[in-house]
């Protein structure tokens, strides 16, 4: 199975407060697990992604926590802020297949003031 | 350092009429990638190239064809333009592996009346 499934589909937050997002997939071999933010009109960017040999990576504000018993991997986002406003896409790939990259459908998160 | 840029930013077509999305990368990356992204199904991969000369299918590959003539330039064509096909096109590039970061372009917008 190829499929990444993520959720919730649309989230709002209060500034200062934590977003969680949260995704699940079915391929065991997949072994690298990024997540892309996007501001509307623009292109996705790379935020941060993790591997499988670690169970948590934190850059700043943005945390992955990553769980591979459950197949699952999800995203913090402490002390939310206005500009962290952005559609959040978490993905999925593997080095063994070059078309292996399997997106998310994507999270839209609004963060108020 | 321009990074992965894209021609047009917009563009409507009539159903039937043909068009070519140019996607140009100074990153000397190897692989160049193809997506179409729609309202809650996340990015969905065209058409991708390993290397000059090559490409190969996608998820979502009818209806659209690909070259890459040179390692720079990824060429994404619409044979005969469908209203299925409205959709924004992202154009990405990575060094080597689908592990390896994606840079993606700002995007074309196009309409199939």
């Known amino acids: 199975q190829q499929q990444v499934k993520q959720s919730p589909q649309s989230l709002i937050v209060q500034k200062g407060g934590i977003s969680i997002i949260n995704c699940a997939y079915e391929n065991t071999a997949f072994d690298y697990f990024p997540w892309y933010q996007q501001f509307p009109g623009k292109g996705p960017a790379l935020l941060i992604a993790i591997r499988p040999d670690v169970s948590e990576k934190k850059e700043g504000r943005f945390t992955i926590s990553f769980n591979k018993s459950a197949k699952q991997f999800s995203l913090h986002i402490m002390d939310s802020q206005p500009g962290d406003s952005a559609t959040y896409f978490c993905?999925?790939?593997?080095?063994?297949?070059?078309?292996?990259?399997?997106f998310g459908p994507g999270t839209s998160l609004s963060v108020i003031p | 350092n321009a990074g992965v840029t894209q021609t047009p930013k917009f563009r409507v077509l009539k159903t039937g009429q043909s068009m070519t999305l140019l996607c140009a990368q100074d990153?000397?990356?190897?692989?160049m990638y193809w997506y179409r992204q729609d309202p809650g199904m996340g990015l969905r991969l065209i058409h991708y190239?390993?290397?000059?000369?090559?490409?190969a299918k996608g998820e979502v590959p009818d209806g659209y064809n690909v070259s890459r003539l040179k390692k720079q330039n990824f060429l994404l064509g619409l044979e005969s333009a469908a209203p299925s096909q409205t959709s924004v096109y992202f154009c990405?590039?990575?060094?080597?592996?689908?592990?390896?970061?994606?840079?993606f372009g700002p995007g074309t917008r196009l309409t199939v009346l």
């Open positions: 190239s390993v290397g000059e000369g090559t490409t």
């Open positions: 993905a999925a790939s593997t080095k063994t297949s070059y078309d292996k990259v399997i």
């Open positions: 990405a590039s990575s060094y080597l592996y689908t592990t390896d970061t994606q840079y």
């Open positions: 990153m000397n990356h190897e692989y």
